[in-house]
């Protein structure tokens, strides 16, 4: 997916009609990455918004080197993940370690047979606790290691693995849960 | 981990791909957004131009003090090495008022004989008033007897006349409309204001006196006294003689109006005693106004003797006007409103602020003094910049795995013949050859281990100005000491530069003369304030802690980071002339 040079340079010039189709054209994708960062669609929105600011206040900085929709995508995941750092500030008594065990214990339960709808999905993803869900979306969404995952969210290593695999069994655990109820309504 | 996997995998692919329509807003909220984040920068540059407005106001506001102070000062303020001017001022006025009295005439009078001649001329000139104007107040008396006419309100004129509520100004012009409020009798009228002024020249005789005794030094203090002395008998004889004029007329008055007949030896005998008494009232103010000419021309001959300063020098070491030169040099304390910023994605970037630095300010100015005032202008070698960290975040391959693989080209495999076994020719088998691609438009995610070294550039940012400042000030002055405060403007012109700078594509250049992003030429606002100690006559030694900022920015495009330059300039002050 390229966009045409012409916008980019409209974009640069501070255009207000290229800035338009930009944001068109790239909006829904990156509102979708912002959903799986936040835990409701108007964080996510704040969230693109703010995004889309800093894109277009720094275009002239983008170099053509790579994939524009990758410079977006790294300022988006990266304004979320600024998002995250100043609600951990607000709520510092509550950080990935301090979420229950209870919680993520592990079940014996098999892997879900459910095809799940792309909202049941993000659904789950949104009721992870808020360190889980960053440190699973940077692991399987945009392929960071551990070791970039630790400097990113200043943590180490060991920590960024234990909490990942802890979001997996969280996850794994509302699908079944979910299953359930499906289960549960289909019969009822 | 096969269920780790599988997970994973099914939330990439239900949500790797996912896009949501945002609400209709959202486009709105983010335009404004730009637009509050230009304005920003507009607001920047407002603030720039605020800083930049309040700075000239600032100077006006200044100029005009000064204008007012230097104007008030020059009126106001008597100076010790004024004594001259003051001696002449007096003794002018002394002429002014004598010829009032003659001919509302104004005699300027510059040198030392024209006050001496002119002196000679007023006693003559009093004597033969004080002749005159008793003549005619006999005769006017003798008119108004004649006409039974009392001036009541001159003869109160005359009396309520004490001799400090008066000025020159004020005697003619209320003498003036005695006699406009008497048109009958207005030759009398005058020739009695002549009288009257006759007095009042004592008067003003005296405070001409009282002046000179302030003016004069303490050289003279038993001319001054001896003066004073005669001034005040003078004075006193000269309010007799008025009160004496007064009485006459009024006794005179009264006998016409309740004896109109009187007989004229009555009168004559009164007449007599009054020329008696005027004449003695003639003598007197001759002794006194001589007296007061000799003090005055004493004084004036004192003064014009003495020595008189120069006009280009003063009491002590000062300088009063003339040219003088400053060589100063010291340290320099530079700092800069840049910000570190970290542009998102950037693989190099200022890791800190940046850290301030001492630089050597070297000049030469020429001052040319004014009294206390003063301009001046010169060289000034100064040097501005900053010490700069930039991290060079480098990304790593762990191609350890993947030791024959670049991780830019991938191979694809297609046909390029067929082969057919003969041991079994119904097989055919296709040959495919490896095809070699590059591909640098994918965002590739390589499956090795990514990971990042950090490096560390230290970039020491100089560049360098000859700038030509152009100053006023002032300077109070204390004996040996002297304190000048001076503002205004330099111009630089860049003479070298050297560091490393990122620039708008984010690219860290090495600074040098011709690749630089300062601009060739830059101007400064200036505030400084000085203290001076006097060694010699001509030799002052200067510590001078002095303010500078940019006005103008010194980069040549895409920042408005200015330096301030806060300095201690100690050196010497010579004066040439």
């Not at chain 1, 790579?66 to 988006?76: A, C, D, V, Y």
């Not at chain 2, 950037?346 to 070297?362: R, V």
């Amino acid at each position: 997916m390229s966009i045409e040079l012409k916008i980019l340079e409209g974009c640069k010039n501070g255009e207000r009609a290229a800035q338009e189709r930009l944001y068109r054209h790239f909006a829904p994708t990156m509102l979708g990455i912002c959903l799986r960062y936040t835990k409701s669609r108007d964080e996510a929105e704040d969230v693109m918004q703010e995004g889309f600011i800093k894109v277009f206040t720094n275009i002239d900085r983008f170099r053509k080197e790579g994939s524009f929709e990758g410079w977006i995508k790294r300022i988006m995941v990266n304004t979320a993940l600024n998002h995250y750092h100043k609600a951990q500030k607000l709520n510092s008594h509550r950080n990935i370690d301090d979420i229950r065990e209870v919680d993520i214990i592990e079940d014996d339960k098999p892997m879900p047979k459910t095809r799940f709808s792309q909202k049941e999905m993000l659904d789950a993803i949104q009721v992870l606790p808020e360190g889980y869900s960053t440190i699973f979306n940077l692991y399987v969404f945009e392929k960071y290691k551990h070791k970039e995952i630790a400097e990113m969210l200043n943590i180490s290593v060991n920590t960024s693995k234990s909490q990942l695999s802890k979001s997996r069994i969280y996850l794994k655990k509302v699908l079944n849960r979910m299953e359930e109820e499906r289960k549960g309504n289909n019969r009822s | 981990m096969k269920e780790a996997n599988e997970i994973d995998q099914l939330f990439e692919e239900s949500l790797g791909g996912l896009a949501v329509e945002p609400s209709a807003e959202a486009w709105g909220n983010i335009a404004s957004g730009v637009d509050a984040a230009a304005g920003g920068g507009a607001s920047t540059a407002s603030a720039g131009s605020t800083k930049y407005l309040m700075w000239v106001l600032l100077g006006t506001i200044a100029a005009i003090l000064a204008s007012i102070f230097f104007f008030t000062q020059s009126r106001s303020e008597v100076k010790p090495s004024d004594h001259n001017t003051i001696a002449n001022v007096n003794t002018k006025a002394d002429i002014v008022a004598v010829e009032q009295i003659k001919s509302n005439e104004t005699i300027s009078i510059v040198s030392e004989e024209e006050i001496n001649q002119t002196s000679e001329t007023r006693m003559d000139a009093n004597n033969a008033d004080v002749d005159q104007a008793e003549t005619l107040a006999i005769s006017a008396t003798d008119k108004r007897i004649e006409k039974k006419a009392i001036d009541n309100n001159l003869q109160t004129e005359v009396v309520e006349r004490t001799p400090m509520s008066y000025n020159i100004d004020e005697q003619n012009t209320s003498t003036v409309s005695s006699s406009d409020s008497y048109d009958k009798e207005q030759d009398l009228d005058s020739k009695l204001t002549n009288t009257v002024l006759e007095s009042e020249v004592t008067i003003v005789e005296e405070a001409v006196i009282v002046e000179t005794q302030v003016a004069v030094p303490a050289e003279t203090p038993k001319t001054t006294n001896e003066v004073s002395k005669e001034t005040n008998n003078t004075e006193v004889v000269s309010e007799a003689s008025a009160a004496q004029v007064a009485n006459v007329t009024n006794n005179q008055s009264q006998e016409a109006n309740s004896l109109q007949e009187s007989s004229e030896a009555k009168i004559e005998s009164k007449e007599t005693a009054l020329v008696e008494n005027s004449s003695e009232v003639k003598t007197e103010e001759k002794e006194e106004i001589s007296n007061t000419e000799e003090a005055s021309s004493e004084n004036a001959v004192v003064e014009s003797t003495e020595t008189a300063p120069s006009p280009t020098e003063t009491a002590g070491t000062h300088f009063a006007t003339g040219w003088s030169v400053d060589v100063f040099g010291g340290p320099a304390w530079i700092n800069n409103t840049e910000q570190a910023t970290q542009v998102e994605g950037s693989t190099i970037y200022q890791t800190s602020m940046d850290k301030n630095i001492l630089t050597p300010n070297i000049g030469l100015n020429i001052k040319y003094h004014l009294n206390n005032w003063f301009i001046q202008s010169g060289l000034t070698y100064a040097e501005y910049g900053e010490n700069r960290d930039y991290t060079n975040k480098i990304e790593m391959h762990d191609t350890s795995g993947y030791s024959n693989q670049n991780i830019n080209e991938y191979y694809s495999y297609d046909s390029v013949g067929f082969y057919i076994d003969p041991n079994n020719p119904t097989v055919v088998i296709t040959l495919y050859d490896a095809i070699k691609h590059s591909d640098t438009s994918y965002n590739w995610v390589s499956e090795d281990s990514l990971y990042y070294e950090h490096h560390n550039i230290y970039a020491q940012n100089r560049f360098r100005y000859i700038e030509i400042p152009l100053m006023f000030g002032y300077e109070f002055r204390f004996k040996n000491l002297g304190v000048e405060l001076s503002t205004g403007v330099s111009f630089g012109f860049r003479v070298n530069s050297s560091g490393k700078f990122l620039d708008s594509n984010n690219e860290l250049i090495n600074i040098n003369q011709s690749n630089s992003p300062y601009s060739n030429t830059m101007m400064n606002y200036l505030l400084s304030i000085g203290v001076k100690y006097h060694l010699t006559n001509r030799f002052s030694i200067i510590a001078q802690p002095t303010y500078k900022t940019n006005i103008s920015s010194l980069f040549s495009s895409g920042t408005t980071t200015s330096y301030n330059n806060f300095g201690l300039n100690v050196g010497l002050n010579y004066i040439i002339k």
